[in-house]
């Protein structure tokens, strides 16, 4: 990978879809996010066409899928595969690996294989979607395995259009998705890398507390139109933050064009702006250590 010619590296993509046509969420909860970005019928990208979508553009990207087995009875997309075929495309992609915490031992053991053996450069939660708090003792000897393995873990935070306008909310809960839960697990694991993912709409103040206040934790600007991102958090992402900042679109739903474009419009200091699309990533990521062509 060769950083020198990346103009940005975007922290946040998903993988949809597997080799097979099986998808990442079933079709109510997909529907339902699909709807809540207007993005209905948008054709779900495979690995390989993401991989040339970013190549084209000069950009890196982290993909990931959501293993919520235990809580939505959805078989997920397999690890293996993510990281397999990222491997072919390692000039663009960055393969994040998705554990269900509900697993226990054999995630934990499943969590190192996928490190080790087969590459993957961090781990993604979505709490809502798997259905546990963050600070659940249960997931902690996840955490502790990922924390010894050097690898970030992101975390979805705030409002999601997974279950969204579906009744009950597709059996998804909103709570668990509060950044100050993810603050005890700062607090239990304090060498963990963790990225609050999103703007984590309605708890804006509190994201922004705990990264302030823990220094190993960031956050990722996907999911949202910069210019519906609240002042309080472009204050912050042009001060104290300005190293702790990641670009992240949340591709496919939201594409980085349109994210870029808009970020373009946004007051964010000339200094800042480097950092926040390319150089804060590369840096926590460890970016310079990996293989160049």
């Known amino acids: 990978m060769n950083l020198d010619e990346l103009v940005a590296i ?61 809580a939505t009875g959805h078989p997920r997309i397999a690890n293996e595969e993510i990281a397999e075929t990222c491997a072919e495309y390692a000039d663009v992609l960055i393969p994040f690996a998705s554990v269900d915490p509900w697993k226990g031992k054999a995630g934990v053991r499943e969590a190192r294989r996928l490190v080790e053996d087969y590459g993957m450069r961090g781990f993604k939660f979505h709490p809502s979607v798997q259905g546990f708090a963050p600070n659940d003792p249960m997931a902690y000897p996840l955490y502790e395995v990922i924390e010894e393995l ?16 579906v009744p009950g909310g597709g059996g998804i809960r909103l709570k668990y998705s509060n950044p100050m839960l993810v603050d005890d697990v700062a607090v239990d694991f304090p060498e963990l890398r963790i990225i609050l993912a999103h703007p984590s709409f309605p708890w804006q103040d509190e994201a922004l507390a705990v990264a302030t206040h823990k220094p190993y934790v960031y956050i990722d600007l996907s999911g949202w139109s910069p210019k519906y991102f609240p002042p309080q958090l472009v204050r912050y992402a042009n001060s104290l933050l300005q190293d702790k900042v990641l670009f992240g679109s949340d591709y496919p739903v939201i594409t980085p064009d349109r994210w870029l474009a808009d970020f373009e419009k946004l007051e964010i200091k000339p200094s800042v702006r480097p950092k926040i699309l390319k150089h804060n990533a590369a840096a926590l990521l460890a970016l310079d250590k990996l293989e160049r062509p």
């Open 150 to 165: 050097g690898v970030p873990a992101l975390f979805h935070t705030g409002q999601t259009g997974i279950g969204a306008g």
């Open 10 to 70: 975007d922290v946040h993509t998903h993988v949809e879809i597997s080799k097979d046509g099986h998808g990442s969420l079933s079709p109510e909860l997909l529907g339902a996010s699909e709807k809540y970005f207007s993005a209905q019928g948008h054709r779900q990208p495979t690995i390989a066409e993401t991989a040339e979508y970013y190549r084209s553009r000069k950009m890196a990207a982290v993909t990931f899928t959501v293993d919520a087995e235990h």
